[in-house]
Structure formats: structure tokens, C-alpha cells
């Protein structure tokens, strides 16, 4: 296909209220929050639009539209899952409740390098904290650092018992 046909397919698509509306509606009910429904239906249309710049045939484009408009809202709340996952496994118990606590108030406050060069931590500790920082999930560490999910589990787990010593000491 040629860019201006492309660019017009896409305009077409876009200016279609009824499915713009109708992707927007199905990313609401799987997420319940408009924003991120918004963000999920403009990425799906960016996903048609790169499809069809690199010269691949889309047949049927709605259709196209729809199913990765719903796998990125399930991916969307995959990572929140997720991320609720770790705060409920840091509210397991007190201590690791108040570390979380601690954690969040250092963050907030751009404490971060003054407590992280008390730690001593270790270049891949610091990797690992930083993909922590950007909320990534076990599985996409475990990927990128090319290793398994259990051992970014493990790590995760021995990265917050320094942050409780630490906390401990700062008390």
C-alpha cells in the first residue's frame, strides 16, 4: 500500500466515530478508567498504522483495530494486576508494610541516591532497582536480563531486605 493511501485508510478509520467509539467503549469496560482507554485505542490505531507502513496486507482493519485494541487493554491491566500483586506481598506483613512506606517517602522526597549509596548495592542491583523505579513486572525484567522470573523474584526479595536494614538503621 501505498504512504498517502495508508494515511487515508487511517484517516477514514479514525474519523469512523462509531468504532472509534465502540474500541473506547470495550477498552473502558476491561480497564473502568478513561485515560488509559484513550491511550489503548490510539496505541491500537498506531499498531494498524506501523502494520501497514512496513507493507503488510491487513484484511480486515476494524477487526484488526478491535483485537489489539482488547489485548492491549488486557495488557494494561495485566501490569496493574501486577502492581497491586506487589503491594499486597508488601503489605503481608508490618515490617515489610512500613519498609514500602519508607520507600515511598524516599521517593517522593528525591531521596533516592543519598539512601541507594548507603546500600553498597551492586551494578546489577542498581540495573534491577531501576527497572523496579519504572514499574516494570518480573516476567519483562526476567526478559530483558535474560534470566528467569523466579530468580528476578529472588533478587527483588534480597534488594528489599536491604532497604528494611537501612530503614532499620535510619530509625
Same mark, same amino acid.
Given at each position: ?17 462509531? &468504532? ?5 467503549? @470495550? =477498552?473502558?469496560? /476491561? !480497564?473502568?478508567?478513561?485515560?488509559? #482507554?484513550?491511550?489503548? *485505542? ?22 484488526? &483495530? ?5 489485548? @492491549? =487493554?488486557?495488557? /494494561? !491491566?495485566?501490569?496493574?494486576?501486577? #502492581?497491586?500483586?506487589? *503491594? ?84
Amino acid at each position: 500500500m501505498k504512504k498517502k493511501s495508508i494515511e487515508g485508510v487511517i484517516a477514514a478509520l479514525f474519523n469512523d466515530q462509531k &468504532l472509534y467509539k465502540a474500541l473506547l467503549a @470495550k =477498552a473502558q469496560h /476491561v !480497564l473502568q478508567n478513561n485515560a488509559e #482507554s484513550i491511550d489503548v *485505542v490510539n496505541d491500537a490505531y498506531i499498531k494498524l498504522f506501523e502494520e501497514l507502513n512496513q507493507g503488510k496486507e491487513v484484511a480486515n482493519m476494524p477487526g484488526f &483495530l478491535w483485537s489489539t485494541c482488547y489485548r @492491549k =487493554a488486557v495488557d /494494561v !491491566l495485566r501490569k496493574r494486576q501486577n #502492581s497491586l500483586q506487589y *503491594v499486597a506481598h508488601c503489605k503481608a506483613t508490618f515490617s515489610s508494610s512500613q519498609t514500602c512506606r519508607q520507600m515511598k517517602r524516599f521517593e517522593q522526597a528525591g531521596e533516592w541516591n543519598h539512601w541507594l549509596s548507603q546500600l553498597h548495592l551492586t551494578n546489577d542491583e542498581l540495573v534491577l532497582f531501576e527497572y523496579i523505579q519504572q514499574e516494570y513486572t518480573n516476567q519483562e525484567i526476567a526478559q530483558v536480563l535474560n534470566t528467569a522470573p523466579d530468580e528476578i523474584r529472588k533478587r527483588k526479595f534480597s534488594l528489599k531486605r536491604k532497604f528494611q536494614k537501612l530503614v532499620k538503621r535510619a530509625s
